[in-house]
């Protein structure tokens, strides 16, 4: 099988260290993006409409490779990008994302729980989901919680972005002791309950980083005078299947307990 090389011009500080250990085999593709594996490390190469995360790699003329094929990818140029440090005094304000949304949420995943809205995914959830709220709120974590962990299709489970917002928020609010203290309970959990792809994506997000687009929407959220909210929200669309509002649904969560 051939080799194929590729040069990355902006990568993540996940990705960057994954890289940084020379050829990688690819364990997944899709359309714009491909996953390389490096252990237990992993990271996501793909072009420039998959937007900036800890795991991606930005490259120029992308082309898919197989699966099963090995790939090199240099960064010895590329920009690196993490986001901006959260003060830990952002106080997100959703009644103008309430009113940005008008109603409309996502149909699937965990997106339509913004609004307090239902589908048959999210009446599954429901013990694990207000298992997560009690906990918020200073009581005991549950065991109906571990129902998320690789809850819902895809390579990263509504359940997993939804914790994975979780995470973030919690650091972007102040709280990093809740975020080690849950990340310290759910670490040893996503073995064999979910793919290893998704757990390197909530490592990063125990450490505070997610892809760019929930970057975005939590500045503007916290803005003293939040912008208009669609071009933000709009980016979410591109975020997997729907792992940017599962993730924002997370996000949310925490953000009514700062109220």
């Known amino acids: 099988m051939p080799h194929y090389r590729f040069t990355a011009e902006v990568v993540g500080r996940r990705a960057r260290v994954a890289l940084a250990a020379g050829e990688g085999e690819v364990c997944a593709v899709f359309r714009r993006s491909f996953y390389l594996r490096f252990g237990k490390n992993y990271a996501c ?23 099963g094929a090995v790939v090199d990818v240099s960064t010895e140029n590329a920009q690196l990008w ?16 309430r009113t940005c949304l008008d109603g ?27 298992a997560i709220d009690r906990w918020l709120a200073g009581n005991a ?42 990340w310290r309970w759910l670490e ?12 390197a994506h909530l490592a990063a997000a125990a450490s505070g980083q997610i892809h760019e687009a929930l970057h975005e929407v939590l500045e503007n959220l916290a803005a003293w005078q939040p912008p208009d ?4 929200l709009a980016k979410l669309e591109t975020v997997g299947h729907s792992s940017g509002w599962d993730a924002l649904a997370g996000i949310v969560a925490v953000a009514r307990t700062a109220q």
């Open 82 to 97: 993490q986001p901006v440090p959260p003060s830990g005094a952002a106080r997100p304000n959703l009644d103008a994302l």
């Open 188 to 199: 040893p959990r996503l073995a064999g309950q979910t793919s290893a792809i998704s757990a």
């Open 141 to 182: 974590l549950g065991n109906e919680a571990a129902q998320l962990i690789g809850l819902g299709p895809g390579l990263t489970p509504s359940g997993d972005d939804y914790l994975g917002g979780v995470l973030v928020a919690l650091r972007w609010l102040g709280r990093g002791a809740q975020a080690d203290s849950l």
């Open 229 to 232: 909210l669609h071009p933000s």
């Open 104 to 130: 409309h949420v996502p149909q699937e995943g965990l997106g339509c729980t913004i609004l307090g809205v239902h589908n048959a995914l999210s009446v599954h959830a429901q013990p694990a989901l207000e």
């Open 45 to 67: 190469i793909g072009d420039v409409s998959l937007g900036r995360g800890p795991l991606n790699a930005l490259v120029s003329q992308f082309k898919e490779p197989p699966l």
